[in-house]
């Protein structure tokens, strides 16, 4: 019997994260994320902005804006779509002043 062995790479848990955004799993994308520094996987500008964008989508503005703060810490690009989400998130999470 052959095993497949898949790496888990920067790739790999965008994938995971991009599908906790599309299943409203705000909360598991934040977890995902969280694990990529304990396992030393890079976390880039499109893994930070799939978790932005499920806290978005559940109103979660208050994490979508430590996400935004961590991204600085760790030196990534915040780009224009992760900055749209994260206004959107406290758009939906009634934090206008935050926006």
């Known amino acids: 019997m052959t095993h497949n062995v898949v ?8 994938a995971a994260v991009s599908a906790c955004e599309k299943g409203d799993a705000w909360w598991h994308a934040l977890q995902l994320l969280h694990e990529m520094t304990h396992n030393v996987v890079e976390r880039d500008t499109i893994t930070y ?5 499920a806290c978005e989508k559940s109103g979660e503005w208050c994490q979508a804006l430590q996400l935004l ?12 779509i992760t900055y749209n989400a994260a206004v959107s998130a406290c758009e939906k999470g009634g934090a206008w002043r935050e926006a």
């Open 69 to 80: 703060r961590e991204m600085g810490h760790d030196r990534v690009h915040r780009d224009t």
């Open 49 to 53: 902005g799939s978790a932005v964008s």
């Open 7 to 14: 790496e888990i790479d920067t790739i790999t848990y965008g």
